[in-house]
């Protein structure tokens, strides 16, 4: 898994030329409420230095362009693998970079985050003002609305024991939006929300669409 590829009162840290950095954060993620459950566990294939990547990026729009991002896109991916298909898999989820010789597994998965971009819209609110000072006195003028979106292509294979592969899939996210505001002092925080929930979805369309292969192997899958 590799990565390929005036608002000055809204956003008061984003035009700064500054930088911030970001964490996997569990309360971004929804409860995994699964639909199955596999008696087998799952190998997802990450090498060290895939875990560690980190992200570093600005928007690709004016407003957040002098401002860097920092995003552990390997730790993010990482985290949210094991918390949707633990949940899936009954044997648990195991990390390596290339198969373990002495592992038992039914499937492997081997995850890849493509073309991450991120960007901020905004949009004059007419029916809320905001008071700003205009040629030295205050004035009630129109708010604006920032509202940040991510991009992202999870590329996946899924391989049996024997090395097949038995998944080959680009999951495109398209345009995400995330949560809108007024006024924050971490805009950068609403990017990574929308990035965690958004690969979580993601995560369980391929839990999804890994249940028809499942489906065939003898006393794998069991449901209600």
């Not at 993620?29 to 600005?58: C, Q, W």
């Not at 998965?109 to 493509?114: R, S």
């Not at 004059?124 to 700003?132: A, F, L, P, S, T």
Request: net charge negative.
């Amino acid at each position: 898994m590799l990565l390929r590829g005036s608002t000055a009162l809204a956003l008061p840290l984003i035009l700064c030329g500054c930088a911030a950095e970001v964490t996997y954060e569990p309360e971004y993620l929804a409860p995994a409420i699964p639909k199955y459950l596999a008696e087998t566990s799952v190998l997802v294939l990450m090498d060290p230095e895939d875990i560690e990547y980190v992200y570093e990026g600005s928007a690709d729009s004016f407003i957040g362009r002098d401002f860097t991002l920092r995003m552990p896109i390997g730790a993010i991916t990482r985290e949210i693998a094991a918390d949707v298909f633990q949940s899936h898999f009954n044997y648990g989820v195991v990390f390596a970079g290339t198969p373990p010789p002495d592992l038992r597994y039914v499937v492997a998965i081997d995850p890849e985050i493509q073309n991450f971009s991120y960007r901020y819209e905004q949009r004059v609110e007419e029916d809320v003002v905001e008071i700003r000072t205009v040629d030295g006195e205050l004035a009630a003028v129109p708010a604006t609305v920032i509202t940040p979106t991510i991009q992202f292509e999870l590329a996946l294979r899924a391989y049996d024991a024997a090395g097949n592969i038995v998944l080959d899939k680009v999951y495109p996210s398209g345009t995400v939006a995330g949560e809108s505001y007024y006024v924050t002092s971490r805009p950068h925080e609403r990017v990574n929300a929308t990035f965690h929930a958004t690969l979580q979805s993601m995560m369980l369309r391929v839990a999804e669409d890994l249940r028809s292969f499942l489906a065939r192997q003898p006393n794998v899958l069991y449901t209600e």
